[in-house]
């Protein structure tokens, strides 16, 4: 019986990661998803969008600590430490602006 928990249990966590993985997608970006929430890194100069548990986020331009973002389809600027903006059913906060990135928090 322990060898079949073990499988049963290597199984469900193989699933979860799957479902993770599965919560963010990106393209000219990079995503680092948890359960809950995800770290979305925009790079600057290209068109950079993101899945995040199914809402589509896209950066539109980034101007100082000023960044527009479409999220949901629905366009939200931010300023670096201002508090989260609550958008689809996400909660969107600006982390970080630089000369080559954009930072964001997307979170449930």
């Known amino acids: 019986m322990t060898n079949v928990r073990r499988i049963a249990g290597l199984a469900a966590g193989l ?3 799957a479902a993770l993985l599965a919560g963010c997608s990106s ?3 990079d995503t680092d998803c948890g359960i809950d929430q ?3 890194t925009f790079k600057q100069g290209v068109e950079a969008n993101a ?3 199914g809402v589509n986020a896209r950066l539109v ?16 600027t931010l300023t670096t430490g201002q508090q989260a903006t609550e958008v689809g059913g996400m909660a ?5 602006v630089t000369d080559s990135e954009v930072v964001v928090r997307i979170g449930r």
């Open 15 to 17: 699933a979860l990661g």
């Open 27 to 29: 393209d000219g970006a």
């Open 92 to 96: 969107v906060t600006l982390q970080s």
């Open 51 to 53: 899945s995040i548990f």
């Open 61 to 76: 331009k980034a101007e100082g600590e000023q960044v527009t973002i479409e999220v949901a389809g629905e366009q939200l």
């Open 38 to 40: 995800c770290t979305v």
